[in-house]
């Protein structure tokens, strides 16, 4: 059973212009994250803790999407089945 491939990604906000580009050393993941709009300085933790609804939202959308896909395939895997039934 193959599922569809499932890459995403949540657009991170600025608190303060809600700007959406930021700039960060991509060699070290513990330096902090510019804002390009405002230069606002955060912590990758503090830009990802301000951020959590729209990352929750998208987590949410995501594991219903994948659900759903599940559900599919097990239907039309035991399609047809006396002794399955997929609800």
Known sequence: MSLPDR??????V?????GTAFEH???DPASDVRCI???RIY??????AENGEV???SL??????????????????FRGSK???VR
């Open 25 to 27: 050393d991509d060699a």
């Open 14 to 18: 600025c608190q303060t212009c809600a």
């Open 7 to 12: 890459n995403r990604s949540v657009t991170l």
């Open 60 to 77: 949410d959308e995501m594991k219903s999407e994948i659900v759903e896909d599940v559900r599919k395939h097990f239907r039309d895997a």
């Open 83 to 85: 002794h399955f039934k």
């Open 43 to 48: 912590t990758r933790e503090a830009l990802i």
């Open 55 to 57: 990352i929750q939202v």
């Open 37 to 39: 709009g405002c230069d």
